[in-house]
């Protein structure tokens, strides 16, 4: 489990997961997918920098890009994060985007399923998936908003393998202080 003094950085994100899984039972979704991580929002710029430095002490920063045009790191938990029977790696910080409006806490899950992507979309065509984002080079997605307040979005592959690919692209722009 994360230890404490990390909880109350972030506070905890059961009351995000308990509602995601408690949607995703009740639309039918399947409960068994991996969740490799969950992303915590932030409202500015300045927070995002403070959170990016405390973060180091609770997880290696395995890298820091620019996805459409703001800073994304991603953390690999020192101990992970457990829900129920549940092990979650990683936690994504990603900074506000320009013009955008955030209220500061956990914001999504995201679930790595074997099955593509489409075939998903069209096992479930009660649902409105966001499918914008299943030609993006280095991780597709399927989101689905569950609630106002909380997402999913699947992939393909883990966050922790995507950051490395995104790190060995030369096209990719990333941080590396």
């Known amino acids: 489990m994360i230890n404490n003094s990390m909880l109350d950085l972030l506070d905890s994100p059961e009351p995000m997961l308990e509602t995601i899984y408690r949607e995703m039972a009740r639309h039918g979704l399947p409960l068994d997918l991996v969740c490799d991580h969950l992303c915590y929002r932030v409202a500015t710029n300045e927070r995002y920098e403070e959170l990016r430095e405390k973060l180091k002490s609770y997880g290696r920063l395995v890298g820091e890009v620019d996805i459409g045009g703001r800073w994304i790191s991603t953390y690999a938990l020192h101990q992970p994060y457990l829900y129920q029977d549940r092990s979650i790696e990683a936690i994504e910080l990603p900074a506000p985007k320009a ?79």
């Open 99 to 177: 013009g955008s409006i955030y209220k500061e806490g956990w914001e999504h899950a995201e679930f790595v399923t074997d099955t593509s992507l489409t075939t998903l979309a069209e096992r479930y065509p009660h649902l409105s998936f966001n499918a914008s984002s299943l030609n993006k080079p280095h991780n597709p997605e399927l989101g689905l908003r569950l609630t106002p307040d909380f997402q999913i979005k699947f992939h393909n592959s883990t966050l922790l393998s995507v950051v490395q690919a995104e790190l060995s692209d030369p096209h990719v722009i990333r941080r590396t202080n």
